[in-house]
């Protein structure tokens, strides 16, 4: 018979930090009560954690005993392998820190979640539990990532230590196909007899087919959670998982129980937290890359579809199937480049004024009165990417320098009439192809962090921000000073901001830093003057930094 464990509070708490209202937990338990779910799991069991974390990472006896729990619900918790092995005193004291007898605790299940590497050490954990009562069921995770020939003896080891009751595998990057979920059955059933259960993710929107499919293979459990939440991507539906078993006569569920619960309270957790599937999810799935590297990227205001696609293109050619934020921070930085390019700016600009057009709405906003500015003063004009704010002739250079940007912008780079400065270290082959008939000027760049470096054929940055590199040009340029439009900036609480600030007080340390000033609108830590100020282009020197 097929069950459906509904495991909303515990892979939906990594947003959040499982701190859930208490009001939404109490209608949440009243509804797949309702709706007749067979299991809930109701969070994690974590050994302390050295930050905040809310009721439902810990899961204890006690805040259960305090919940409206449904009777005829079946009470689980997870823990993770991992972490109880690494505990100092050994995996099986750790058990015995989290856990009870199972008559003196409401929880009636335990899942271990294990990486197959750790499977070995898992059995003491198994067994430990088992002895204190509890149904144990063990949850193997990125299992598509093992050849399938290892998965029959995998499974024939599972059966050996005989105290799972369930288990489970995880299409962990969300990239299973119904027919490959089918085949990792198949060869669980070589070595294992008892019930199966999947964890299916929805990177590809597949993860209800894919439950589907596997119960016609002979799954018996299938997890799911209310509106897919979860991290990434999100999971198969609950409400849509029981209408679709309802209808194939596969139990009797009764999902309208859950649509008001789904509509208002989950709704609104969704708009505020963002999971659910898109592009980028679907590529992290197409390429093995762990899902917490998109949902980081995705929370941190600093990253936008430029460097995710970044980052993406990155992590698919270095395989990433554990996440790590040291990697994630190598892939947000693009391409490893150098900072010597085949050009030298020096003198380019030799004593004279330098305008960097930013992208921000002041540019358009006051690109008359610019035309005007630039008419009478004829500084060197660098623009920073494509603007169609921006007339051509008004520019004297264009600069980009993160190769997404540039294969974004690359259609238009053949039709350019004048020069275009990016660093060709970090522009991969394939989008080199797109450049031909552009003026290219190489001036490299490297990306490390914390730091601020420029020489005359390149520089190193702390990320490819187009700013940061034009100042570069400028400087080694032998520019006189620097005047900045268009860099509108953006609210203080916004990372972006903060990047930003970062990058002008690293400049504004070196020894050969020049004078710069905004002349529209900006929340960056600049001299501030205005383009309308008579005589602006008289002034030869600002302020010192």
């Known amino acids: 018979m097929t069950k459906v464990l509904d495991c909303t509070l515990r892979d939906g708490g990594y947003y959040g930090d499982w701190d859930f209202d208490t009001d939404v937990v109490n209608k949440y338990l009243a509804a797949v009560a309702t709706a007749k779910v067979d299991i809930v799991e109701i969070g994690f069991r974590f050994l302390p954690q050295d930050k905040f974390l809310g009721a439902f990472a810990y899961s204890t006896d006690e805040y259960l005993s305090k919940l409206p729990l449904p009777p005829g ?7 993770n392998a991992n972490e109880l092995i690494n505990y100092e005193q050994g995996a099986a004291a750790a058990v015995i820190k989290l856990f009870t007898v199972k008559s003196k605790s409401p929880v009636e299940i335990v899942r ?20 204190l009562g509890y149904l144990v069921m063990i949850n193997l995770m990125q299992i598509d990532s093992i050849e399938e020939d290892q998965i029959d003896s995998i499974a024939a080891k599972i059966s050996h230590w005989e105290c799972i009751e369930v288990l489970y595998f995880a299409d962990s990057f969300g990239n299973m196909s119904p027919e490959s979920a089918q085949s990792i059955i198949k060869h669980l059933r070589q070595g294992w007899s008892g019930h199966i259960g999947i964890h299916t993710h929805d990177n590809k929107g597949q993860a209800l087919s894919n439950c589907m499919a596997s119960i016609k293979s002979g799954v018996s459990h299938l997890d799911s959670t209310l509106l897919g939440m979860g991290r990434g991507a999100g999971n198969v539906r609950t409400e ?17 129980a859950l649509f008001p619960l789904v509509l208002q309270d989950f709704k609104k957790l969704q708009e505020r937290f963002g999971w659910g599937p898109n592009i980028y999810y679907f590529l992290s799935a197409a390429h093995g890359i762990h899902p917490t590297y998109i949902q980081e990227m995705l929370g941190d205001g600093r990253y936008g579809t430029e ?48 305008l960097i057009l930013g992208s921000g709405p002041a540019t358009k906003r006051y690109i008359g009165i610019l035309k005007q500015f630039i008419e009478r003063t004829n500084p ?31 259609d238009h780079y053949a039709t350019l009439n004048k020069p275009l400065i990016i660093p060709l270290s970090r522009v991969p082959d394939g989008i080199r192809d797109a450049l031909n008939g552009a003026e290219i000027l190489d001036y490299g760049l490297r990306v490390q962090e914390n730091t601020f470096q ?9 990320s490819p921000l187009a700013v940061a590199y034009a100042i570069s040009l400028a400087t080694v340029g032998g520019a006189e000073k620097i005047l900045l439009a268009g860099m509108d900036g953006y609210e203080i609480s916004d990372p972006r901001q903060k990047e930003m600030e970062d990058m002008f007080q690293r400049y504004s340390d070196l020894d050969n830093a020049l004078p710069i000033c905004a002349i529209t609108p900006t929340t960056y830590p600049v001299e501030q003057r205005s383009v309308y100020e008579p005589d602006l282009h008289m002034e030869t020197k600002f302020h010192d930094h």
């Open 73 to 79: 619900v079946l009470l689980a918790v997870m823990v």
């Open 112 to 131: 271990i979640a294990t990486h197959v590497k750790d499977l070995d050490a898992c059995e003491v954990i198994a067994k430990k539990l088992n002895a």
């Open 240 to 256: 849509n998982l029981l209408v679709e078993l309802t209808q194939c006569g596969y139990g009797e569920y009764f999902p309208d």
């Open 307 to 354: 460097h995710i696609l970044s980052a993406i293109n990155f992590l698919k050619s270095t395989r990433a199937p554990f996440y790590s934020l040291e990697n994630m921070l190598r892939a947000i930085s693009g391409m490893d480049g150098n900072e010597y390019g085949e050009w030298s700016a020096t003198g380019w600009m030799q004593d004279r004024t330098v």
């Open 380 to 410: 060197i004009v660098l623009c920073l990417n494509i603007n169609e704010s921006v007339p051509e002739d008004i520019v004297s250079a264009f600069v980009a320098c993160h190769e997404y940007r540039i294969l974004i912008e690359s």
């Open 454 to 462: 420029i020489s005359d054929t390149g520089c190193i940055l702390s």
